[in-house]
């Protein structure tokens, strides 16, 4: 099982970013999906998570600007960010907790993709 993240970059103060991560390999089935962040010297903080469209979870300095769904047939978890803050400026990383064909249910990372807000 592979994540894979893409749509990082170098963005103005209040622009916006869209983030996706699509999960592909053996997968049954994808329990949760989220996205971390990890700002330099700084330890990794959740950002928000998803199990459904009416379950879903978000740090408390990105509510009401982040907006995070999931397209189930696509395995993808995405993130949209509004409004971004100088110190929304980290490495972001999506997690999905996964079942696999083989029935083994394990936390998967993706590589991590850099979003810088800056002007």
């Known amino acids: 099982v592979q994540l894979q993240a893409f749509g990082g970059g170098l963005v103005q103060p209040g622009g916006s970013l869209r983030l996706s991560c699509e999960a592909s390999g053996t997968i049954f089935s994808i329990n949760v999906m989220g996205w971390y962040r990890q700002a330099p010297g700084k330890q990794r903080e959740l950002v928000a998570a998803?199990?459904?469209?009416?379950?879903?979870n978000y740090a408390d300095s990105v509510k009401g600007r982040f907006t995070i769904s999931r397209d189930n047939a696509k395995n993808t978890v995405y993130l949209q960010m509004n409004n971004l803050k100088p110190e929304g400026t980290a490495v972001y990383y999506c997690n999905a907790l996964i079942r696999t064909t083989d029935h083994n249910t394990i936390d998967y990372w993706g590589q991590g993709t850099l979003v810088t807000v800056s002007s």
């Open positions: 998803i199990i459904s469209s009416s379950s879903t």
